[in-house]
Nanobody, 124 residues
Framework: IQLVESGGGLVQAGGSLSLSCAASGRTFSNYPMGWFRQAPGKEREFVAAIKWSGRNTYYADSVKDRFTVSRDNAKNTVFLQMNTLKSEDTAVYYC??????????????????WGQGTQVTVSS
């Protein structure tokens, strides 16, 4: 499937941003979806993931209680609401789809399809 992220930008510390990831393909609703981020000079890291039903969500400890992942299968879209942003949240954010329906991966290598990324910059 093809994925396109949007919603990134510049925000002050303590502020909020909402990212969207629009997917093409009829089978989007079957796939677990993940959000990852990559800061300059660092490896891509897991942020959040959501199972096909939307009822099961998973978060990295660094974003738990600040970020919320959700999805609207009717609109082929997954969202990442980011609140109380910190300077260390600055990164390019990617959404990804995992074609293995039996798991919710937390490693980049477990995901098959990726968007192009959207920049999030948090100023302190």
């Amino acid at each position: 499937i093809q994925l396109v992220e949007s919603g990134g930008g510049l925000v002050q510390a303590g502020g909020s941003l909402s990212l969207s990831c629009a997917a093409s393909g009829r089978t989007f609703s079957n796939y677990p979806m993940g959000w990852f981020r990559q800061a300059p000079g660092k490896e891509r890291e897991f942020v959040a993931a959501i199972k096909w039903s939307g009822r099961n969500t998973y978060y990295a400890d660094s974003v738990k209680d600040r970020f919320t992942v959700s999805r609207d299968n009717a609109k082929n879209t997954v969202f990442l609401q980011m609140n109380t942003l910190k300077s260390e949240d600055t990164a390019v954010y990617y959404c990804a789809a995992d074609r293995n329906l039996a798991r919710v991966g937390v490693r980049p290598g477990e995901y098959d399809d990726w968007g192009q990324g959207t920049q999030v910059t948090v100023s302190s």
